[in-house]
């Protein structure tokens, strides 16, 4: 069975950080690419970083582009989100993602096959 578990969310003032992780059993990590995504309350799934299999490429919207870092530990079974410089509108439920994707679907929801339930990011001013 495969399990996605999120870890490291919280409340954190603006301009502070936080740093997320996922760790992966039932599959095997080192093969499938990993993403980040966010969802606040009334809004869409939202794309926020995604890191390939082998931890060289990785790609950000602009929205946390030089803020946030994703990476990898396939060792471990592990990803990671380093959030830096967090803004209210960083507020959302967090979720770690698992699939094999392309770089024109990297960022759709769609192409991951397994998900976690999420952990908390609260962002206050």
């Known amino acids: 069975q495969v399990q996605l578990v999120e870890s490291g969310g919280g409340s954190v003032q603006a301009g502070g950080s936080l740093r997320l992780s996922c760790a992966a059993s039932g599959l095997i990590f080192s093969t499938y690419d990993m993403g980040w995504f966010r969802q606040a309350p009334g809004k869409e799934r939202e794309f926020v970083a995604t890191?390939?299999?082998?931890?060289?490429?990785?790609d950000y919207p602009d929205s946390v582009k030089g803020r946030f870092t994703i990476s990898r530990d396939n060792a471990k079974n592990t990803a990671y989100l380093q959030m830096d410089s967090l803004k209210t509108e960083d507020t959302a439920a967090y979720y770690c993602?698992?699939?094999?994707?392309?770089?024109?679907?990297?960022?759709?929801?769609?192409?991951?096959?397994?998900w976690g339930q999420g952990t908390q990011v609260t962002v206050s001013s």
């Open positions: 890191i390939t299999r082998n931890g060289v490429s990785t």
């Open positions: 993602a698992a699939g094999s994707t392309s770089y024109g679907s990297r960022r759709l929801a769609s192409t991951y096959k397994y």
